[in-house]
């Protein structure tokens, strides 16, 4: 009864502000959550990101300045944490015990709770003040253009909406099967693992770190965020909107520092869980760093089949366009190589894909700064893949002209090289053709109807398996490629793509068991969650039982 008074009472407090501060908003014109404003972001204004570590916002004893991926001005502050201030931060995860902040068994009113933030949160977003907020300050720390940043605040929304009300506690549901003898039965419960830490890159600064904590805390797990310091004010803002809409403070701990400190935080720490997105190379040294208690979304080198059967030109030159350059190609889900049925070749695709990729400007951010690949690197890798014999540049493979981003940022127009499968497919051009290029890049080649065998192949070399498009409605097609591949996440059918993947499908890499999803039920259970079976034999004894023989 004091659990459910309790929880009575903390949800008519949270209701109560809640409804002022956002009235309030609409009054007044600002957002009472906010610390920043994001069109004031400058030079001369810079902002401050903070630390939240057992319910308190903190600073630390050094700052991270960031710059200005436009202008190179130092427009953000950032208070990182080093190796003597984690501390706190491991007490913190050590105060959660393995089984969580609460479960089936312990605290069932949270579950009911989180339906209720995840309720607030949603309705704030669809306000037009508050997504737009997010937008533009999602712009102005990753470059893109409004529309794409729009379109990450509405998917997370849309994610919040799904887990409003009950929906949180349906993500526990459990099972029961008949035992052997009467009184005996065997429940299977999803369990949380306690202690966890979550780590988002740069490229989705709101979507996927939001999404992976949110999961997280449904299932009662207590959570570190560590999300890149390039970025990581869009997150310090969204907690202070969750702790608005009723979130607990203590909940979630947030944590700016280097990689080195947080690395020592994890080692030090021993989260019960540790969900990584973010480069393959950092994600090998973490699953041995942690003896493999972790899921992983890494890096992708994502491909697309255009099949034999050419429709709707117009529209997959525009879809190709968009998977490839879109967000300047920042994307892990973004088109890396194009296989071209020679039919699709003789067509005027390529063309057409030339006239879209010349569209974009770095004026409405359609093209921009790419924040982890400087353009020397990206020139030269397009260097030597001309190399290779009888590869061409089909377009782009020059440096943006008439910009102030800072060198330390990579800035190219929209590129695609020409390689010979057969050149692709060889020893000692293969991992040179299938390095992932995180920025504005891309691979296109063709084949023909008895080459498919070969295209097979160089999709089985690939060693990261994250997204996929067949684009074809050939049915016997989409089979064969289909049943002789293994990304997590493939898209078939003439409109297949391999971006912009909504919040209601799972997203996330297949073929490793370390393999983590984002965005559905399945994804958030799978992910933070596991199972527990709990066995009740409760009798009776059967009437005239005696000692049996040992066995």
């Not at 737009?132 to 720390?141: E, G, S």
């Not at 207590?222 to 202070?240: N, T, Y």
């Not at 940022?409 to 992932?436: N, Q, S, W």
């Not at 297949?496 to 370390?514: E, K, M």
Request: aromatic share 8%; charged share 20%.
């Amino acid at each position: 009864m004091y659990r459910i008074a309790a929880y009575r009472q903390l949800k008519n407090r949270a209701s109560s502000n809640w409804i002022t501060v956002f009235t309030s908003s609409r009054l007044n014109h600002t957002l009472p959550f906010a610390t920043v404003k994001a069109e004031e972001l400058s030079g001369s204004q810079p902002a401050e990101v903070h630390n939240l570590v057992q319910g308190k916002w903190t600073k630390s004893s050094s700052w991270n300045t960031i710059l200005d991926p436009l202008n190179g001005q130092p427009f953000i502050k950032v208070a990182e944490v080093n190796e003597s201030e984690l501390q706190p931060f491991v007490e913190s995860l050590s105060k959660c015990p393995k089984h969580g902040l609460h479960n089936p068994f312990k605290a069932p009113e949270r579950y009911l709770m989180l339906g209720d933030v995840s309720t607030k949160a949603a309705h704030a977003l669809g306000l037009p003040e508050v997504s737009d907020f997010f937008a533009k300050l999602i712009q102005r720390v990753s470059p893109k253009s409004y529309q794409q940043a729009l379109g990450e605040v509405f998917v997370t929304q849309k994610f919040l909406e799904n887990f409003c009300g009950d929906q949180v506690r349906f993500l526990a549901r459990s099972f029961a099967v008949p035992g052997n003898h009467l009184g005996q039965q065997s429940h299977g419960f999803r369990w949380p693992y306690g202690p966890v830490v979550v780590i988002a890159p740069f490229n989705f600064p709101l979507e996927i770190p939001l999404l992976q904590l949110m999961g997280a805390l449904y299932m009662g797990n207590k959570p570190v965020l560590k999300v890149d310091s390039k970025v990581c004010i869009v997150m310090e803002q969204m907690l202070r909107l969750l702790h608005d809409c009723g979130l607990p403070v203590g909940d979630v701990d947030f944590i700016n520092s280097d990689g080195k400190t947080m690395n020592k935080l994890l080692v030090e720490a021993k989260p019960r869980m540790t969900l990584f997105t973010g480069s393959s190379r950092v994600a090998e040294k973490l699953a041995d760093d942690l003896s493999g208690r972790i899921k992983l979304e890494d890096a992708g080198f994502d491909w697309k089949i255009l099949g034999p059967d050419v429709n709707e030109v117009d529209y997959v030159a525009w879809v190709c366009d968009q998977d490839a350059y879109a967000c300047s190609g920042q994307k892990c889900s973004a088109e890396s190589i194009l296989f071209m049925h020679e039919n699709w070749g003789k067509s005027s695709l390529i063309d057409k894909m030339t006239e879209l990729a010349a569209r974009r400007k770095l004026d409405d951010l359609t093209i921009g700064p790419v924040l982890t690949v400087t353009t020397e690197t990206m020139l030269d890798h397009a260097k030597k893949l001309l190399e290779i014999p009888g590869s061409r540049l089909l377009f782009g493979g020059e440096a943006l002209e008439n910009h102030s981003i800072p060198t330390i940022y990579g800035a190219i127009k929209p590129t695609a090289i020409f390689i010979p499968l057969e050149e692709i497919l060889k020893d000692e051009h293969y991992h040179l053709v299938t390095k992932e290029i995180f920025g504005p890049f891309q691979v296109v080649t063709e084949y023909k109807d008895n080459q498919l065998p070969l295209v097979l192949t160089a999709l089985e070399k690939m060693h990261a398996h994250l997204t996929a498009a067949v684009v074809s409605n050939d049915i016997l097609f989409l089979q064969k490629v289909i049943g002789n591949s293994v990304n997590g996440t493939t898209y078939a059918g003439l409109r297949a793509r391999t971006t912009g993947a909504p919040q209601n499908h799972w997203f996330g890499p297949a073929g490793d068991p370390r393999g983590a999803g984002i965005g559905t039920p399945e994804a958030i259970k799978l992910v933070w969650s596991c199972h527990r079976e709990v066995i009740y034999d409760v009798g009776p004894v059967p009437l005239g039982w005696k000692v049996p023989a040992s066995t």
